[in-house]
């Protein structure tokens, strides 16, 4: 049982650093980043922290606006979010170092890298949800959120990260005054991961997961 626990808790590394590496790719790609990566990569352009850095600080500012919402009912399972946000933040800057010397030319390149970028998130988000061991900050407020209004999942998720690409273009205009690394890739990300993530699930349910629980 506890072979299949660390083996668990590895699934929820390897998601965490396949998502990671997928926003690094996807803003290599130049056509606009994940929604949920926009304000800190801006954030990053504007003040001396690095990408992943700024990742790492808005997910601690996501788990104080859990505590917020939540006070006395904010539980243990709720501080174990801390313990992802270094990882996520730390594979975020990783991939940047591993891309660092990549050049696209090619509008065509770029859609190649965007596709693979939405590929290894998707595959991320799965393993992290398969892993049934942690949740990463930005889920675990939207999941708060819907408890508290009593509005579906999906439907927080979806008002969240519109919130969030509305964020990232005031900060965007202001700083730089234009709309920059928000674009087409934005929106095609944020229309395929749910998809992408029902694929893999197809996937894995044909080999059998459920050995990883018992």
């Known amino acids: 049982m506890k072979r299949k626990l660390m083996l668990r808790y590895l699934i929820f590394l390897v998601g ?4 990671g590496l997928g926003i690094s790719m996807n803003v290599k790609s130049g056509l606009g980043t994940t ?3 926009c304000v ?4 990053s352009k504007i003040l001396p922290f690095s990408f992943g850095t700024m990742a ?13 919402i939540l006070r006395k009912d904010f539980k243990k399972e709720h501080y174990s979010q801390l313990i992802v946000t270094p990882f ?29 970028a939405c590929l290894l998130i998707a595959l991320g988000i799965y393993f992290q949800v398969i892993a049934k061991v942690l949740i990463n ?3 675990g407020l939207v999941y708060v959120i819907a408890e508290k209004t009593k509005i579906r999942f999906g439907n927080v998720k979806i008002m ?3 919130s969030l690409v509305v964020l990232g273009i005031i900060i965007s205009l202001l700083a730089f005054g234009k709309i920059q690394d928000i674009g087409e890739g934005t929106i095609i990300v ?11 699930k197809k996937i894995f349910d044909w080999i059998g997961i459920d050995w990883l629980y018992k």
């Open 16 to 19: 965490i650093f396949l998502m």
């Open 35 to 37: 929604p949920i990566s």
């Open 40 to 43: 800190p990569l801006l954030l």
């Open 56 to 68: 790492f600080f808005f997910s601690i500012f996501f788990i104080f606006i859990e505590w917020l």
């Open 88 to 116: 996520f933040g730390f594979f975020i800057d990783f991939g940047m170092f591993l891309l660092r010397d990549i050049n696209l030319e090619t509008y065509m390149e770029k859609m190649l890298i965007l596709l693979l």
């Open 137 to 139: 900050s930005a889920e």
């Open 160 to 162: 969240f990260d519109s």
């Open 190 to 200: 944020a229309i395929a991961l749910g998809s992408l993530v029902k694929v893999y």
